[in-house]
């Protein structure tokens, strides 16, 4: 069974579009992330969200906002999408009694 | 800060040789420290995670890491290595303090030759 999934896999999109990148846990974990890994495989956390408190990192553009329907879904929708978004984004959540993360297979994402 | 260090960028060892892949973190506490690994073209599997106790701790497919307080340590180790370990290995520290963040490396990336 999956634990954590995201869709698509692979996102191809022309600069200036909005797209939105789809995050499911079935694990019943209070917390969801979003991560991004750029071309030298860093990687950075965007979003910590549960269903008290968004944690926004600083270095994030407003292009870039995380939207939870319930609890098993952390979207993440960017507009106007430039260049340096291209990356390899990836969701993952926590249950509330630990700190390991679990992580979705990663959203590749290029912007033409 | 809180920053997690792995010095070596690239290792290449040959199968059924002994692995360490070193990792470095700076906090004031002891943190949660965790290794990730990623093969070619999928997401993240957790190896190993250090809470507290035992300060060695044993992962899945083989992979033990040892927790050394004095040096800020956290290294992966592994007997003798497989070519299906090839891959890109992740440290990263979990910091309560700051909404269950992890922190992690820049990554070390595997090779494995026959």
């Known amino acids: 069974d999956t634990a954590v999934s995201q869709t698509p896999k692979y996102l191809v999109t022309q600069m200036g579009n909005d797209k939105s990148i789809k995050c499911e846990q079935n694990?019943?974990?209070?917390?969801m992330y979003w991560y991004k890994q750029d071309s030298k495989k860093f990687l950075k956390i965007m979003f910590s969200?549960?269903?008290?408190?968004?944690?926004i990192n600083e270095t994030v553009p407003n292009r870039f906002s995380p939207k939870s329907p319930d609890k098993a879904h952390l979207n993440l929708h960017i507009n106007s999408l430039e260049l340096g978004d291209s990356a390899v984004y990836f969701c993952?959540?926590?249950?509330?009694?630990?700190?390991?993360?679990?992580f979705g297979p990663g959203t590749r994402l290029t912007v033409l | 800060a809180q920053s997690v260090t792995q010095p070596d960028i690239h290792i290449t060892v040959s199968e059924g040789a002994s692995l360490e892949l070193r990792c470095n973190y700076s906090?004031?506490?002891?943190?949660?420290l965790f290794w990730y690994v990623q093969s070619p073209g999928q997401g993240l599997q957790l190896l190993l995670k250090?809470?507290?106790?035992?300060?060695l701790v044993q992962g899945i497919k083989g992979f033990e890491a040892e927790f050394k307080r004095s040096q800020s340590s956290f290294n992966l180790r592994k007997p003798s290595v497989h070519w299906s370990d090839a891959a890109e290995y992740f440290c990263?520290?979990?910091?309560?303090?700051?909404?269950?963040?992890?922190?992690f490396g820049t990554g070390t990336s595997l090779t494995v030759i026959p």
């Open positions: 969200y549960n269903n008290k408190e968004l944690i």
């Open positions: 906090y004031g506490a002891t943190p949660y």
């Open positions: 990263a520290v979990g910091v309560s303090n700051t909404g269950n963040q992890f922190y």
């Open positions: 694990l019943g974990h209070d917390t």
């Open positions: 250090y809470f507290s106790g035992d300060t």
């Open positions: 993952a959540s926590r249950p509330g009694y630990t700190d390991t993360q679990y």
